[in-house]
């Protein structure tokens, strides 16, 4: 089972950027796509990025495409996520979550498709 810790949330004026990222345990982890939800307050957790197993391929939602930025280092066992041009829209906290299937690139903007969550980290957006 593959444990998820994120870090780097907090409290930042719109406009500007912040960084998450996503530490994992375990051997396998660049068997599996990885991807950020977030789910802002009293709404839906959403899909927000993925990244394939490999690295090679990115997904974004609209919302964010041209403002985030998803890698991952499968040396480390890391995800990050760079948030540019934030706007009050974006408060939310944000997860990382591992697919629970080996070797795809598919599945990734449903949360049902995953199967290891972090604890979550709250990002605010001021304006």
């Known amino acids: 089972q593959v444990q998820l810790v994120e870090s780097g949330g907090g409290l930042v004026q719109a406009g500007g950027s912040q960084r998450l990222s996503c530490a994992a345990s375990?051997?396998?982890?660049?068997?599996?796509?990885m991807a950020w939800f977030r789910q802002p307050p009293g709404k839906e957790r959403q899909f927000v990025a993925a990244?394939?197993?490999?690295?090679?391929?990115?997904y974004y939602a609209d919302s964010v495409k041209g403002r985030f930025t998803i890698s991952r280092d499968n040396a480390k066992n890391t995800v990050t996520l760079q948030m540019n041009s934030l706007k009050p829209e974006d408060t939310a906290v944000y997860y990382c979550?591992?697919?629970?299937?080996?070797?795809?690139?598919?599945?990734?903007?449903?949360?049902?498709?995953?199967?290891?969550w972090g604890q979550g980290t709250q990002v605010t957006v001021s304006s």
């Open positions: 375990g051997r396998t982890f660049s068997n599996y796509l």
């Open positions: 979550a591992k697919l629970r299937y080996v070797g795809v690139n598919s599945y990734f903007t449903d949360p049902d498709a995953f199967d290891s």
């Open positions: 990244i394939g197993y490999r690295g090679r391929n990115t």
